[in-house]
């Protein structure tokens, strides 16, 4: 069992059941702690745990949102196909959309994201692996 397969907080997520961590490596979250939970100082609700693929991330960079790119001074190191992150969760919608949603690691996804996109959709892509 890895670090990720472990509930990180009390938090839930979209399934009901305990959050799990996002991602360590890249380290994701709104506050760098590997999960997507919640955070009142949060103002984009990076709430969905993504997969990200080379598609989604033109797409964002398409958007105004180059996620490829590092910027030290955000302790972002740029992400690449296959990543795990916590992304915005109106970026997912979009991108959702616009056919160029990434696949979703749903135990990973907070359940506060629900507020923005439908279940349904997240289930549709949900990540196998």
């Given at each position: 069992m890895s670090t990720e397969?472990?509930?990180?907080?009390?938090?839930?997520n979209v399934?009901?059941?305990?959050?799990?961590?996002?991602?360590?490596?890249?380290?994701?979250?709104w506050d760098r702690t590997?999960?997507?939970d919640a955070?009142?100082?949060?103002?984009?609700r990076h709430h969905v745990c993504v997969k990200v693929t080379a598609e989604f991330l033109r797409?964002?960079?398409?958007?105004?949102?180059?996620?490829?790119?590092?910027?030290?001074?955000?302790?972002?190191?740029?992400l690449k196909p296959g990543d795990r992150w916590c992304l915005c969760a109106m970026r997912w919608r979009e991108a959702w959309?616009?056919?160029f949603a990434p696949?979703?690691?749903?135990?990973?996804?907070?359940?506060?994201?629900?507020?923005l996109i439908p279940l349904d959709?997240?289930?549709e892509h949900a990540y196998k692996g």
């Open positions: 397969d472990l509930p990180v907080s009390n938090a839930l399934l009901g059941g305990p959050l799990l961590a996002c991602s360590y490596d890249p380290l994701t979250g590997g999960c997507c955070s009142p100082d949060d103002l984009g797409f964002s960079a398409m958007r105004g949102n180059d996620l490829s790119t590092p910027r030290p001074e955000f302790r972002f190191a740029g959309e616009a056919g696949p979703v690691v749903l135990a990973a996804t907070h359940i506060a994201a629900l507020e959709a997240l289930r």
